[in-house]
């Protein structure tokens, strides 16, 4: 099946530094990539829709400024965490979707983010 | 907007048994529904998904059933087996002016004990 390749699997960061995630669909183009933030014990929760050579697209109470993403080319979009606080510390998901209706979406491994 | 419920939340079975989550959606206008599982730690895996022009659909040990005038959508898994053990998402489109996205259930967590 389509691979989804997310990287890194774990980071820890120290308060107030911004952090770096990377997604990237290994043997497909995807014009979109979706941002998932998921809480223990919780559903996925979309933060935003990434969309190849434009703004990306957030969802209702997501800080744009906070989490930047950014979608240079069609196999790449990255999650940056800015500022980061013990409060952001999460599990963040990516996905991209296959398919000619564009609707079977594929996951990346996931991302730990721990902020002390 | 669309909203999906799934239940139950939690689900034990004794290896062999049946299990079925259920799921029921909102928006009439959607036409995809995929289910995931999830292993600790790890992304959501796509295991099986259904689309509205269809009733049924079946993978090995794992079938989906899809009821449009209910607008609710199950899945079995037969022959429970421990490596079952994660947790089930369901899932259902919905589209907004030309993008779309997928709205999740609250999640079933499935043990099979041995």
């Known amino acids: 099946g389509a691979v989804v390749s997310q990287h890194p699997s774990r980071v820890i960061c120290k308060s107030g530094t911004s952090v770096k995630i990377e997604c990237r669909s290994l043997?497909?183009?995807?014009?979109?990539m979706f941002w998932y933030r998921q809480f223990p014990k919780q559903s996925l929760m979309l933060m935003a829709t990434s969309n190849e050579g434009s703004k990306a697209t957030y969802e209702q109470g997501v800080e744009k400024d906070k989490f930047l993403i950014n979608h240079a080319s069609l196999t790449l979009s990255t999650l940056t965490v800015t500022s980061a606080h013990p409060e952001d510390s999460s599990f963040y998901i990516c996905?991209?979707?296959?398919?000619?209706?564009?609707?079977?979406?594929?996951f990346g491994q996931g991302t730990r983010l721990t902020v002390v | 907007g669309e909203n999906v419920e799934q239940h139950p939340s939690t689900l034990s079975v004794q290896e062999g048994d049946s299990a079925v989550i259920k799921c029921t959606y909102s928006?009439?206008?959607?036409?995809?529904f995929p289910w995931y599982k999830q292993e600790l730690g790890k992304g959501p895996q796509l295991i099986i998904d259904?689309?509205?022009?269809?009733g049924e659909k079946k993978d090995q040990r794992i079938a989906v059933t899809l009821n449009k005038t209910a607008k609710h959508f199950s899945l079995h898994i037969t022959e429970t087996q421990p490596e079952d053990s994660a947790v089930y998402f369901c899932?259902?489109?919905?589209?907004?002016?030309?993008?779309?996205?997928?709205?999740f259930g609250s999640g079933t967590r499935l043990l099979v004990r041995p």
């Open positions: 899932a259902a489109i919905t589209r907004m002016d030309s993008s779309y996205k997928l709205i």
């Open positions: 043997d497909f183009q995807a014009t979109t």
């Open positions: 928006d009439s206008a959607s036409n995809y």
């Open positions: 996905s991209a979707p296959l398919g000619s209706l564009h609707t079977e979406a594929f």
């Open positions: 259904i689309r509205s022009n269809v």
